[in-house]
């Protein structure tokens, strides 16, 4: 039997392990690598393990084989997380951070798409940036750019940030408040679709020898956009690309991002302690989005796991525990006071976190953490927290044999509605590796898993439904036609 450990400190009260084979007719169970351009992301401390690589995330080397390795394993996709500043709300300093290796140093996510896209075939890329710091103008034509390099298989994963730090270096006091961050996120999108979608039409670019014309002039339109925020009035500098929008992945799961999410995202990230907790996420977020007028099931949602398998389930569990000797809790802690905007450091070991805590950071943390009980049903004290986050991040872990996993994993997607799974790594590229080797072909071997890929772009690949956003997304609006008759 694989055991979750995250499910088991939470008392759950949904049945552990389902012990009826899956159907043919179930929907198949997706999955995500995740991962950051930086040392130490999920699992502070686990760098220092003799097989872990993850220092070795400054070489094309690295990355080149993660992406075949998940390509092998037939992974959507590679979801690359981004942070623009340093966790240094713990102790009100980056000391702990610098010195644990959580997640910094940290290097530029988007310039590791290409290499990967040039050897593999299939494997899709959510790259994350943020809204707050870099104009849309040129933004959209990175993203363009990408799209074109990897014939439509990239995809935006799209934050609003959090850290203080970030806002400091790029010359604010703090960053906006939190509810306004979204506001800005919403215009700034708002410029992403008018020039991906409703600047340049289809046939614009004619590349007509003999006449000597490479771009239709007349086919190419100015967005003439004026908002609260942004002023962008000419046209997009890039041909259209095979998606032209890429897909929108976001994770924000407060009730201001579950409402961005619902009116843009095509995949979300969620984030669920329990069964119980990560169906209600789940459950908010389809009647969200079939508020927002489209399909509840138009977005893919991947809820954050963390696999520990092997062979059997001694050995599954030798390994987990060894990963455990490694885990830093100060690096824990750390990491913990960036995503709530809360200094850890002035709580004794055995304090809870209060009602009263406010935070300008990731609001839906605070919450979960909030939740989140122990073997009594008592909230967790900061010592339980941080010992949680050791392995695995702010997600749940699963130990067992390959078979065993695959059994829980399913258990999970019947039982909370996900579509699949973003999983974090104890060590890399081992742990994605073990995935592969022996939870995949349990999986497939239940008919719960994919055989080969869907052709086609990244939204396609996910869909089915042809390369380009839906008519019921809110990008339909600004498109050329719909732009020409507003």
């Not at 409703?198 to 190419?220: C, L, N, Q």
């Not at 406010?358 to 939740?371: G, L």
């Not at 997600?395 to 996900?418: F, H, K, M, Y």
């Amino acid at each position: 039997m694989a055991r979750c450990y995250r499910q088991d400190r939470w008392k759950a009260s949904v049945p552990f392990v389902s012990t009826s084979p899956a159907s043919n007719s179930q929907r198949q169970i997706r999955f995500n690598a995740f991962d950051m351009n930086c040392v130490g992301h999920q699992s502070p401390g686990l760098w220092r393990h003799p097989q872990d690589k993850s220092a070795d995330y400054n070489t094309i080397g690295y990355w080149t084989h993660l992406a075949k390795v998940l390509e092998k394993g037939l992974f959507d996709g590679l979801f690359i997380a981004d942070v623009l500043g340093t966790y240094d709300v713990f102790g009100g300093s980056n000391e702990t951070t610098l010195a644990a290796g959580t997640q910094v140093p940290v290097n530029d996510p988007f310039l590791l798409v290409s290499a990967m896209a040039a050897v593999t075939e299939n494997l899709g890329f959510g790259v994350t940036a943020g809204t707050a710091y870099e104009h849309p103008y040129p933004f959209a034509r990175r993203l363009a750019t990408l799209d074109h390099l990897t014939n439509g298989r990239v995809g935006w994963n799209v934050v609003t940030g959090y850290l203080p730090s970030a806002a400091r270096n790029m010359g604010q006091e703090d960053q906006l408040e939190h509810d306004e961050r979204y506001n800005h996120a919403d215009e700034y999108l708002e410029v992403i679709y008018k020039l991906l979608e409703g600047s340049w039409g289809d046939e614009a670019v004619v590349r007509d020898r003999e006449k000597g014309i490479f771009t239709d002039p007349s086919k190419v339109h100015e967005i003439r956009h004026e908002g609260t925020y942004f002023k962008v009035p000419g046209i997009a500098i890039t041909e259209p690309s095979p998606q032209r929008t890429p897909v929108i992945f976001q994770a924000g799961a407060s009730s201001r991002g579950t409402k961005f999410a619902a009116e843009n995202a095509e995949a979300v990230f969620v984030i669920g302690p329990t069964k119980e907790i990560l169906a209600g996420t789940v459950k908010k977020l389809r009647d969200a989005v079939e508020a927002a007028g489209r399909d509840r099931h138009d977005i893919r949602i991947y809820a954050m796991q963390t696999i520990v398998t092997g062979s059997d389930e001694a050995t599954a569990q030798a390994k987990f525990e060894d990963y455990k000797s490694y885990a830093d809790i100060n690096g824990a802690l750390a990491l913990i006071s960036g995503w709530m905007g809360v200094d850890l450091s002035t709580y004794a070991p055995d304090d809870v976190i209060g009602e009263d805590v406010k935070s300008n950071a990731i609001q839906s943390t605070v919450e979960t953490f909030r939740k989140a009980s122990g073997d009594e049903g008592k909230p967790w004290t900061i010592r339980q927290l941080a010992e949680w986050v050791g392995v695995g991040g702010f997600g749940p872990v699963i130990v067992g044999s390959g078979e065993a996993v695959a059994r829980e994993l399913i258990d999970w997607a019947e039982q909370t509605d996900v579509d699949g799974f973003n999983l974090a790594y104890a060590i890399t590229p081992g742990t994605f590796e073990d995935v592969v080797e022996f939870v995949v072909p349990e999986l497939q071997k239940l008919g719960a898993y994919p055989t080969e890929y869907a052709p086609g772009t990244l939204r396609n690949k996910l869909f089915g439904k042809g390369d380009r956003l839906p008519a019921t997304h809110r990008a339909e609006r600004f498109r050329l036609a719909n732009a020409r008759r507003a």
